[in-house]
């Protein structure tokens, strides 16, 4: 009987222990676990992704990086130093944007429709970060076939 109690303070040791080794990602607005944000170090190298529950491991970061950037959608959410991953839970604001609908009417049908919006985006080379891009963007549809023909960058920044 003493060896059953023994294996369940063991059990429960062991549980609160891997489990004070987790950060989970939550929505200011809705507390829901955000999947996919990536934690960049100092030096630009990605060190974390958020799982699908929003979790990532604590043991991923290292203290000597000190300060750590959060990208939620392409956006960069937040600037966080080692200390502000203490807590089990840490609230990110993820920018939901709501746009107007647009409305085509077919009375007098054009060839292409086109549609101008913002980009951004961020290329990594062995997990490292190695440009970020964002500007406007054109997208020309075929108004028959409702496919993308093509695409325009009408104007762009980026930083090496």
Known sequence: MKKMYLVY???CLVSIFTHAQTITFVSEKSNIPLPKVSVFGKDGSI?????????????SLSPAQEKFQLVYNNFLVATLSYSD???P???INDQVKEIET?????????????IKGNFNSY?????????????????????????LKSSRVEQYRTDL
């Open 102 to 114: 647009v409305v085509i009417k077919n009375n007098k049908p054009a060839k292409y429709i086109l």
């Open 85 to 87: 991953f203490d807590q």
């Open 123 to 147: 290329v990594t080379v062995n997990n490292k970060l190695n440009a970020y891009a964002d500007g406007i963007v054109t997208y020309i549809f075929d108004n028959k076939t409702k496919k």
């Open 9 to 11: 303070l063991l059990f």
């Open 47 to 59: 060190l974390a992704y958020s799982d699908i529950d929003g979790k990532i491991d604590k043991q």
């Open 89 to 91: 839970f840490i609230k």
